[in-house]
Nanobody
Framework: QVQLVESGGGLVQAGGSLRLSCAAS????????MAWFRQAPEKEREFVGG????????YYVDSVKGRFTISRDNAKNTVYLQMNSLKPEDTAVYYC??????????????????WGQGTQVTVSS
């Protein structure tokens, strides 16, 4: 069983930055593909980006490329999402997710077995 706990959300002005963290329990974290998703009000959950266990493959959705950075520290069982140049349209609940089965980064939320509870990010204009 894997438990994921996100932190670092909050309220920020447009153009500001936030760093989200996702801490994982259990012993297998270093072998998991990890991803960040987000869900804005009245919208479907959206893939933001993902990273393989060895950080060799990192993907982002086009809307965050150049602004968001995913990284991980396997020694700390933690994955991060650094968000810069935030825009009001980035406002959403952000979730981290773990895929324990596949090496590649998948963009469909159905491919991820474990999810955190989410952390709210609100960007004011």
């Amino acid at each position: 069983q894997v438990q994921l706990v996100e932190s670092g959300g909050g309220l920020v002005q447009a153009g500001g930055s936030l760093r989200l963290s996702c801490a994982a329990s259990g012993r297998g974290f270093s072998s998991y593909t990890m991803a960040w998703f987000r869900q804005a009000p009245e919208k479907e959950r959206e893939f933001v980006g993902g990273i393989t266990w060895n950080s060799a493959i990192i993907y982002y959705v086009d809307s965050v490329k150049g602004r968001f950075t995913i990284s991980r520290d396997n020694a700390k069982n933690t994955v991060y999402l650094q968000m810069n140049s935030l825009k009001p349209e980035d406002t959403a609940v952000y979730y981290c997710a773990a895929d324990t089965r596949y090496y590649s980064v998948r963009r469909e939320d159905s491919e991820y077995e474990y999810w955190g509870q989410g952390t709210q990010v609100t960007v004011s204009s």
